[in-house]
């Protein structure tokens, strides 16, 4: 049996993305044939990579699955042979609207879809208020999929702030977790990267996220600064606010050790408290 590679190429897309899709579409198939070049094996794209991101753009910018811009993932995917995370795009199925993530493989198969369990519903007095279920339809599994290297968990931007869908899919054999995510100018100081390091750091996985990049003439303005973050905790890449495309080596063998040296996996008190899951998880 050839055994496992304990190391991998991550690559994060950063995308301006704009509101013509055609052009976010022809950018994304360049940056990740970039990626490739660069040794990737797996390459995340951002949150709504195809459109601008808000409530008014949802229906307008939304596609079937399969569709042209999962077309384009399966294609590029395809050609570079790599892992394609999709970051997400507005699904239409059945006259609703998800936030939906594609995940395709380096034969270009689509191998999973995760529609955005928690939506994004918050009110910043003076800051923000952004309502996705005046328009979405929340998603209601757990994601997952298999690679040659490790097992990875998907969620979609405002999944990231709760915990315990992290520590399922650490429990259940996840070593990377990956969160195309577009937080504003008013969450992402804030939270963006204190969230990442949190999630990294409970549940000893590498995570990593992936923003567009910022337009300040946009009307939602992302924060950008896509990153990935190691089971120490540690930042090991990150990028700025404009477009680009960041990497990290994934050292599944310096997971292994920060487990052993800091066992809590089995330290855990399961007669005093649990964390699980009632419905059957989606996975691949």
């Known amino acids: 049996m050839v055994p496992l590679p304990s190391e991998f190429r991550l690559a994060v897309v950063q995308l301006h993305v704009t509101s013509v899709k055609s052009e976010n579409l022809s950018r994304t198939r360049t940056l990740v044939k970039e990626a490739a070049q660069q040794g990737s094996k797996l390459v995340l794209l951002p949150e709504c990579f195809n459109s601008p991101y808000g409530t008014n753009f949802f229906s307008e910018y939304s596609e079937k699955i399969p569709g042209e811009s999962t077309r384009l993932l399966s294609e590029t995917a395809k050609e570079n042979k790599v892992y394609v995370v999709g970051g997400s795009i507005p699904e239409e199925d059945g006259g609703k609207f998800y936030n939906s993530c594609t995940v395709f493989g380096p034969d270009g198969e689509m191998i999973l879809k995760h529609r955005k369990i928690h939506l994004f519903d918050i009110d910043v007095p003076g800051k923000i208020r952004f ?123 310096y997971l292994s050790d920060v487990r052993q040296q800091i066992p809590i996996t089995s330290q855990r008190r399961h007669d005093i408290y649990e964390v699980s899951c009632v419905k059957e998880t989606e996975s691949s």
């Open 131 to 253: 309502q996705e279920s005046e328009t979405l339809t929340p998603g209601n599994t757990l994601s997952m999929f298999e690679t040659p290297f490790c097992k990875v968990g998907v969620g979609i931007c405002y999944d990231m702030r709760f915990a315990e869908l992290a520590q399922l899919y650490g429990r259940k054999g996840c070593h990377l977790l990956v969160y195309p995510g577009a937080f504003n100018m008013t969450t992402g100081p804030a939270h963006w990267e204190l969230l990442q390091r949190a999630r990294a750091l409970d549940n000893q996985v590498y995570v990593a996220t992936a923003s567009p990049a910022r337009d300040e003439t946009a009307s939602y303005v992302a924060w950008g600064h896509s990153s990935v973050v190691n089971p120490w905790g540690e930042v090991m890449t990150k990028a700025g606010a404009q477009e680009t495309v960041i990497y990290a080596d994934i050292d599944l063998q």
